[in-house]
């Protein structure tokens, strides 16, 4: 008999366990509201690479192929550290092209950064480069489009704004607008691409910040805010 009043005793307590549980716990379980992530992703294209230097600074004689991978490298940090999915087209200091297409390697390493971004059918392509000019007085950020596309012209614009609000007129005094530009990249899919022209290296003073980490940290935040801008109002 005390055996089964033990029982008892103990079904019972379990029951008025079970019973404050549901009444106070559950109710504040259901109304806690779980609202997913979007899911994005984007390509990060850092121009030229091997033996294709790209455009070569006048005073510490860096190749744009270095700085192009690691601003493009600082960007995708951003992305992934918010959640979001990155496909580097170019990891490395290497080109895409095969050693044996070396007399052809350009249009290969386009090629193949072309297949990158179509199978990835990303939210966005942003292909990071560094700028040149014939004067050494032109300096800043600019970003290109292909006016063909409405969602490409309106992540240019999106991108160039940030970039001339926090970049431009804080470091040179001056804007840009995001134009169109007639190049492989920004043609090669209908995902909505753009080019960034992250400074001159013909520039003294562009190229002093465009080598600096701390610099290029800045640059890759603000191309950040420009594509999330344009992508949360689109």
């Known amino acids: 008999m005390l055996v089964i009043k033990k029982t008892m005793l103990l079904s019972a307590l379990l029951m008025v366990i079970a019973i404050i549980f549901f009444s106070v716990v559950v109710p504040y379980t259901i109304i806690t509201v779980f609202i997913p992530k979007p899911t994005y992703s984007f390509v990060i294209d850092p121009g ?9 600074g006048k005073v510490t004689g860096i190749y744009e192929r270095e700085l192009n991978l690691s601003v493009s490298e600082k960007l995708a940090d951003y ?11 170019r990891k490395n200091k290497y080109g895409l092209y095969n050693p044996t ?5 350009k249009r290969a390493d ?6 990158i971004i179509n199978e990835a059918n990303a939210t966005a392509v942003i292909s990071i480069h560094m700028n040149n000019f014939p004067s050494a007085a032109r300096r800043g950020a600019q970003v290109f489009f292909n006016r063909k596309s409405e ?9 160039q704004a940030t970039l001339n609000e926090a970049i431009n007129i804080v470091h040179s005094g001056r804007e840009y607008s995001a134009l169109h530009g007639d190049y ?6 209908n995902t909505p691409t753009i080019i960034v022209e992250c400074g001159f290296l013909s520039n003294p003073l562009d190229e002093k910040l465009l080598v ?5 940290m800045e640059l890759a935040y603000h191309i950040f805010s420009g594509v999330m801008s344009y992508v949360l109002t689109a």
Not at 110 to 115: F, Q, T, Y
Not at 184 to 189: E, G, P
């Open 79 to 89: 992305f992934v550290n918010s959640g979001y999915g990155v496909i580097m087209t």
């Open 48 to 56: 030229h690479g091997g033996i294709d230097g790209g455009v070569m």
């Open 151 to 159: 969602s490409s012209v309106l992540l240019g614009k999106s991108v």
């Open 101 to 105: 297409q070396v007399n052809n390697f």
């Open 110 to 115: 386009m090629e193949k950064r072309a297949e």
């Open 184 to 189: 492989f990249i920004t043609k090669c899919s």
């Open 212 to 216: 600096d980490e701390k610099f290029q």
